[in-house]
């Protein structure tokens, strides 16, 4: 199983990015797949999950209204499209593979992470 994540970038605050992740190996199995991200000194904070076959997504609170989750099955690509990005927003981030509980995304796999950084 592997998890190619790329789109990361500098953009100004107010901007937007789109974030891919791309899955190989057993991806008849996927369940659902998210993002979480890291910023320097803080713990990996879950962002958002969408179940593969459903389509049903999740959001932590601080994305939602900004950020929107979807999955193109034929490509076994999952896709964060980022707008109104703030500061705040800056981070590494990276795609998992894994179930879904209580809302949020329970990974099993991880890929490598892509940086975002914003601009104030």
């Known amino acids: 199983v592997q998890l190619q994540a790329s789109g990361g970038g500098l953009v100004q605050a107010g901007g937007s990015l789109r974030l891919s992740c791309a899955a190989s190996?057993?991806?008849?199995?996927?369940?659902?797949m998210g993002w979480f991200r890291q910023a320097p000194g803080k713990e990996r904070e879950f962002v958002a999950a969408?179940?593969?076959?459903?389509?049903?997504?999740y959001y932590a609170d601080s994305v939602k209204g900004r950020f929107t989750i979807s999955r193109d099955n034929a490509k076994n690509t999952m896709y964060l499209q980022m707008n109104s990005l703030k500061f705040e927003d800056t981070a590494i981030y990276y795609c998992?593979?894994?179930?879904?509980?209580?809302?949020?995304?329970?990974?099993?796999?991880w890929g490598q992470g892509t940086q975002v950084t914003v601009s104030s």
């Open positions: 998992a593979r894994g179930g879904i509980s209580s809302g949020t995304l329970v990974p099993g796999y």
């Open positions: 969408i179940r593969w076959s459903s389509g049903s997504t």
């Open positions: 190996g057993r991806t008849f199995s996927i369940n659902a």
